[in-house]
């Protein structure tokens, strides 16, 4: 029972490069999303998904693009990374949208750009 | 969506209730109470969730008055491993788990 699978756990990049984190998630739920955590912060919304196909921005979209060609899946591309951009990036995902929902969260990917 | 204000830190010792409270003031009717945990270097984790009056889970109890207006999570004799961020969210949108979250409480628990 994987839940909510991040990969890498760990990145560096230069400035400038570009990379993909990957979510994956086997509970066959719907809503799926993005957030960045700052050191001592709450997490922000970068982006997310109501299912295969629909996207929309959060919070802090700019830097990031996703996509959503299947159900478990929903990548996330730094499209010319940058110093300001290093965080902790965690993925979740819910059966279904909304205020009574529980959200289950990836471990996260911890990415540094130098 | 609504703002929460939750104190940033508490200290507890094993053993003991800890109650923290969140300041939700503009919360709207259709608005649930959901609250996560987040231990270092893991993604937050739900913990309880309620509307009004209070709900009670195997981790923890939930009170909420009836102006909605604020709303405290209750840990009954913590543990040194309860020591993490506890995040009070408001809300939330039917487009998605766009989850809001503040700064949290740092909860400390002492020997």
């Known amino acids: 029972n994987a839940g909510v699978t991040q990969t890498p756990k760990f990145q560096v990049l230069k400035t400038g490069q570009s990379m993909t984190l990957q979510c994956a998630q086997d509970?066959?739920?719907?809503?799926m999303s993005w957030y960045r955590q700052d050191p001592g912060m709450g997490l922000r919304l970068i982006h997310y998904?109501?299912?295969?196909?629909?996207?929309d921005q959060g919070e802090v979209p700019n830097g990031y693009n996703v996509s959503r060609s299947t159900t478990e899946d929903f990548p996330l591309r730094l499209l010319s990374a940058a110093p300001s951009q290093t965080s902790v990036y965690f993925c979740?995902?819910?059966?279904?949208?909304?205020?009574?929902?529980?959200?289950?969260f990836g471990q996260g990917t911890r990415l540094t750009v130098v | 969506l609504a703002k929460t204000t939750q104190p940033i830190s508490m200290d507890s010792y094993e053993g003991q209730e800890v109650n923290i409270t969140c300041s939700h003031n503009?919360?709207?009717?259709?608005?649930?109470i959901t609250w996560y945990q987040q231990f270092p270097s893991q993604g937050p984790r739900f913990i309880i969730q309620?509307?009004?009056t209070k709900v009670t889970n195997e981790v923890a109890s939930l009170f909420i008055p009836a102006d909605r207006k604020s709303s405290t999570l209750s840990l009954p004799r913590v543990s040194l491993s309860d020591t993490a961020v506890y995040y009070c969210?408001?809300?939330?949108?039917?487009?998605?788990?766009?989850?809001?979250f503040g700064g949290g409480t740092r909860l400390m628990v002492k020997p």
């Open positions: 979740a995902s819910s059966p279904v949208g909304g205020k009574d929902t529980e959200a289950f």
């Open positions: 509970m066959n739920h719907e809503y």
């Open positions: 998904s109501v299912g295969a196909g629909i996207t």
């Open positions: 503009n919360i709207a009717t259709n608005d649930y």
């Open positions: 309620g509307y009004k």
């Open positions: 969210l408001v809300g939330g949108d039917n487009a998605g788990n766009m989850l809001t």
